[in-house]
């Protein structure tokens, strides 16, 4: 069973529109959380990193969350952009990395 | 300076043939990782170097797969006798160093790997 575990599985927003994706893990104790953007056919690039002390931490117009006592993440997306349309991956890093299957996100103009 | 680098960028075999896909890290990174992701998921670690040897081979899924890193630079995933079911797209990732904190990692474009 995956630790990590993302919803929704994908959603459609237009752009210009916020929305919130969600990260529930289970894989206890980590050092960090992150989550990653993979655009289709490339690697995933990192957005943002917290350690499990940490509570947010934003990159631009993206900033995560973390609830350490519920073992949530959140990522929030403000101001969606066209290039915004990826698959968002939360991962856990209890030293070895446990990736979530990701939330594919599609921005329309 | 250039990212992590993969090559090939595609390959095609047939079942029972053998492989190599090779990983170019970011020059001075001493950490590499291998992940493989199957369609619709997120990556699955398959192992993780520091320096020349293999930090952690937990993830690699039985013993067709073998991975090196002899000179602590670029890496080799190897896997024997393809099966249909290795067919995903590898990953390889670096990082400057290993220290259980908040060091980011690099992923390369992947190798898609397809078994016939």
């Known amino acids: 069973k995956n630790q990590v575990e993302q919803s929704p599985q994908s959603l459609i927003i237009l752009e210009g529109k916020n929305c919130t994706l969600q990260c529930n893990y289970t894989v206890s104790p980590f050092s960090n959380l992150r989550w990653y953007k993979q655009d289709t056919g490339r690697g995933p690039v990192s957005l943002t990193i917290m350690t499990f002390s940490e509570n947010t931490k934003s990159n631009g117009r993206y900033t995560a969350t973390l609830d350490a006592d519920t073992k949530q993440s959140s990522l929030h997306i403000t101001a969606s952009q066209l290039s915004d349309s990826a698959s968002y991956i939360c991962v856990v890093d209890d030293y070895k990395l446990s990736f979530g299957a990701g939330t594919t996100v599609t921005v329309r103009a | 300076g250039a990212g992590v680098s993969q090559t090939p960028s595609n390959k095609v075999t047939e079942k029972g043939k053998y492989v190599e896909l090779r990983c170019d890290p970011i020059?001075?990174?001493?950490?590499l990782y291998w992940y493989r992701q199957s369609l619709g998921q997120g990556p699955e670690f398959l192992i993780y170097?520091?320096?020349?040897?293999?930090?952690?081979d937990s993830g690699l899924p039985n013993d067709r797969f073998f991975a090196v890193r002899p000179e602590g630079s670029v890496s080799t995933l190897k896997i024997q006798r393809t099966e249909r079911g290795d067919s995903a797209v590898y990953l390889c990732?670096?990082?400057?160093?290993?220290?259980?904190?908040?060091?980011?990692?690099?992923f390369g474009p992947g190798t898609r790997l397809t078994v016939l």
């Open positions: 170097f520091q320096g020349t040897g293999a930090a952690d």
């Open positions: 990732a670096s990082s400057l160093k290993r220290d259980g904190g908040t060091d980011t990692q690099y």
């Open positions: 020059s001075g990174h001493t950490a």
